[in-house]
């Protein structure tokens, strides 16, 4: 038997398991022959490597390069050596032998690839550069229990070529010298000189069965150590054919740690090289469906957009001594890396041109996403071209991805430059970042993304969101419920998005979290990482608290914390009716596990005590404080240097004993704090002890003592000595019993004019006051007569039509401040609203007066009307005006039809911009009213007449009349009428389908004289058979009215539109789409409507069952019968 016969036979008992083995090859689209015929603007979208590689000043070819020995570098890109007529064979193993060495005991790639990668050589005369030989020896390929394969490699420019001996290497390349009779197990290392460069010979012919191939360095991905626990030292090379995305890879073994470390360099100094100058690293076929599946992801912007070849390693390490490599192959794929906007994307490889009958995407989904900011760590080899990417979602344990590329340093420099897009000015990173100094040198020379801008938080809050898988646009600001959900509630994932995008940002000096529930991270820890605990201030000042104690607390104050101490403007945070949960009470605390409290005073109030943040405001209304919250409150309070400013703790659940805790230990912070506010808590106050504790905050310019009970006694709460230490600018005594010389010390601190100039709101609704109080207030607060005080005085619910003679007596002489509020009084008499009404038209200081909602024993009488009517046409100050009713369950309130005729004065108003008439019933008469307002008064902005049962012929007449009117600005869309009147015409027309369906066919008079009667018209002598209307005649009618409705709402629109764009100094045209469209006579419209429905109707099954084929020949007398009868049915309403 031959020797080669011989071989053969072993070879098919006998397989390597260091052959080169497939990576794991997926799936493609265009055909790789046709790829340089292409277009170039194929996919206009579309970013490879070299497109992003000047993020790196090192990536260049240039003296700079690291990669470039001497710096010097190829200036045209580099080729193969020579081209064979490879034969592609059917034979799924038969097809792999045109990559592999003329070697009988080489397993084949794999047992699906179709054909064998292209080598793509092309003839030597044009690759002069490939004739320089960089690296060439002896080295180990393969290796079994019985026999060692060893191969001669050539390293050039351009390839890495195997050879069976030094025999043949020598052969075929002048640069190395003859074995010269040595045997072929003596190891060849050589380096030419730099300058050397030889002809090569011709190329030895395939019939000849030394046909000698090579890998292309421009298909190499990775080249990498192998540490396997085996007792030699090997690297691995990995290798990807664009054309027909067959990927492979090659192990090279060593005796020695040195001579692998030789071949380690020199392979990836000249891979680098040859990718660095490849004009197109990814073929056109590939770019494009890489740039579909992460356009898909919703994640591909061109201009920060980049993908990488690289190998993906799940292990790490093969880690077993498996008889086979394959075990630790087979695992081991070449895919792509794509670097969008918010993610990195693992694509598989794509399925040739030519087994891709069709460009679907449905089985290119990425194998894997993860978002950028869920970078827990990030590790780059310096010695070879591994690293690592960690990702951890909240709450969940950290997937680390074990990768190599040639481009490794090009993508840690790439994510670290978006994650800075995305978290602009952070000044900790939360995450471990370990690269080589190159990769620091480059990151320090590419220059700094945005700064902070007005886009920061979007940017930052999106990325959040997309890395965790929620939908960003589910989050309102200011941080209200979110929208379009069945929930009301945010979930973990979403509130952590949006608290780690508000980190270091300086763009508010306030976050309110108001009404956003927080109790799903409260008492939630993540045990999985601390990544983003936050340690320091953004000034790098290191928070003087234990780093486990900051490790092992919830979420929520973790969150929080992060918050406070990231932003150096940040004041004020707003948490009311943030946390639900209720505190055990204090009996039941002794003996059993502390209290968790509700997270937010823990988080805030030790950063206060030891000064590490700016937050000195802050609000915890209605979350009731347990023994664990204030723990940490009177421990922070009772130190100077915390420098509270605000603390507002309204419904907090307070006791005498708690808020006489909290006062007595806010005394430190008599300097600075500015604002108190312990509302609606169940204490009760005494007089002589709350006005000492306090007094002694000089600089309050903010008391909420709203709905607190007070012990019996004839003192006053605050003293008048107190009052005059403070400057007030917001005293709130909503619900609180005032007593007389409460109100006199209030008025005595308004009569100092100086000391009391500042205050701006006074409320005192529900104080049980008297008009003879609310009078002797206003005298007090007025220098003289007819001068206006900028003070916002609300009286409401009070009993003011006691002694109201005064009380109107000082608004008719100009002493009521500029904002007065009167809501919600009931006057036993109708003249006491009459005699408030002549008082407020008397009046020149107010400009904001509320009177909503006041009750009176019925309708306004005629004269009522005309004091209306004569308030608004003389009074010239009132800027807004509140004159609505209410419309409730328990109680409603409406001036009557009175109203109606009263709204003319507006005509001749000229100072109103603002009217509110809600709930005051005006119907087709009222907005027939306020359009010939509309009409003639050109000092309107604003008329808010929602829910008053205005039909759509009113709001017809309303919009007709914005033709002359340019000034108005808003006008409500009558939703609710619009509503209303759907209801009423579908219940109208089943009414009138259910009494003809119970009508008998030969009585049909009776239904003519109901017709009749309400049309007006002599009825039919003719018999009619009753219409019988079906579903679909229902839906069409409800259709057409809806239209109705939509079509004036669009010319409202348009109007409006052209109003604003007058009042801002736009440029715009005095008409409007569809200005011909007049107001519609209500009877011929709506009877069109109900005629449209019948003759465009389409025939029904249910049609022809229930009237039957004999009944056409009336079915056009019923439907006019019909239409009348409905169209008088809508009018009237």
Known sequence: ???????????????????????????????????????ANLLR??????????????????????????????????????????????????????????????????????????????????????RHVLHHGEVQTSSSMFRKKREYLVLTEAHLVRFKSHHKAAETFNAISSPLGRISTIRHSQSPSAGSSHEFPSAPSEASGDHDLGIPLRQIVAVYQLEDGRPYFAIDISYLDDETNHASSMTLQFGEPEEMNIWLEKIREAANRARLTDSNPLSAYNSHLAARVVESQCDYVPPNYAIYKVLQRPLGKAGSRSSSDDLSKAISTVCFLAIGVHKVHLIPLFKPPQRSSTSSLVSYNPQSSHGILTITELRVSENDDTFELTFR???????????????????????????????????????????????????????????????????????????????????????????????????????LAVMRSLRYNESFRGLSFKDVHLDVLNGLVDTYGAEHVCTKTKRGTFVRMDVEELGRSCLLVQEIRALALTSRRLRRMDFSSCITRKPRDYVETAGKARDMGCGIVEALFPLCKHQTTNVDWIALNNIQLGETDLDYLVAAAVERACHLRAIEMSGCGLTDRSLSLILDSLRPQENTLEAIDISANPFRLTPATFDSQIGVFAFLTKLNLANVA?????????????????????????????????????????????????????????????GKDVAYLMHSMTEEPGKTRELHLDVSENNIEQDLDQLTTAIASGLAPSNLTIRLIEFEAEAQFRQLILALAANTTIRVLDISRASLPCDAEEDTCQALEKMFAENTTLEFLDISGEDSRLETTKLGVGINKALRGLQRNTSLRVLHIQYQKLGLQGASSLADVLKVNSVLQEVHCENNGIPLSGFTDLVNALNRNTTLLYLPTMQESRQMALKQTEDQVKQMRDDGSMSPANKPTSVRTRIASKVGRRASKEKLTPMLLSDQDIKAALSLVDESWGRQMYRLHQYLQRNYNIANGIPTTMEVDEEDFERPGTASSLSRVLERVKFESTPTVEKDIRLGDGVDHQRSEAATALGKEMEVSLTDN
């Open 393 to 495: 979602m909240p709450l969940q344990k950290p997937k680390v991805l074990y990768l190599a590329s040639l481009a490794s340093h090009d993508i840690a420099v790439r994510l670290r430059y978006v994650e800075e897009l995305l978290r602009p000015e952070w000044e900790s990173r939360p995450y471990v970042f370990v690269v080589p100094d190159d990769v620091k040198r480059d990151i320090l020379r590419n220059p700094s993304p945005h700064p902070i801008d007005q886009d920061s938080l979007d940017r930052t809050l999106v990325g959040y969101c997309l890395s965790y898988g929620v939908n960003p646009e589910n989050i309102r600001f200011e941080l209200m419920p979110p929208i379009g959900l069945r929930r009301n509630e945010y979930t973990a994932l979403e509130l």
């Open 1 to 39: 038997m031959s020797k080669p016969a011989k071989d053969a036979k072993d070879g098919s008992r006998r397989r390597s398991f260091f052959a080169r083995t497939p990576l794991g090859a997926l799936t493609p689209i265009h055909d790789a022959k046709n790829r340089d015929q292409e277009p």
């Open 710 to 770: 007070r012990t019996s006694g004839s003192e006053s709460l605050i003293s008048l000595e107190t009052f005059q230490v403070w400057r007030l600018r917001e005293l709130i005594l909503s619900g609180t019993s005032l007593n007389f010389a409460m109100v006199d010390a209030i008025a005595s601190y308004l009569v100092n004019h100086k000391q009391s100039n500042g205050l701006h709101e006074l409320r005192l609704d529900h104080c049980y006051l008297t």
């Open 45 to 130: 979208k579309r970013r490879t490597t070299s497109l992003l590689t000047n993020l790196s000043a090192s990536l260049q070819i240039g003296e700079d390069d690291p990669f470039v020995p001497g710096g010097d570098s190829p200036t045209s890109l580099a080729r193969p050596l020579f081209r064979g007529n490879i034969n592609r064979t059917t034979s799924v193993f038969g097809s792999l032998r045109s990559l592999r060495s003329t070697d009988d005991y080489e397993e084949p790639l794999t047992t699906t690839s179709s054909q064998a990668p292209s080598v793509n050589w092309g003839p030597m005369d044009d690759i002069p550069r490939s």
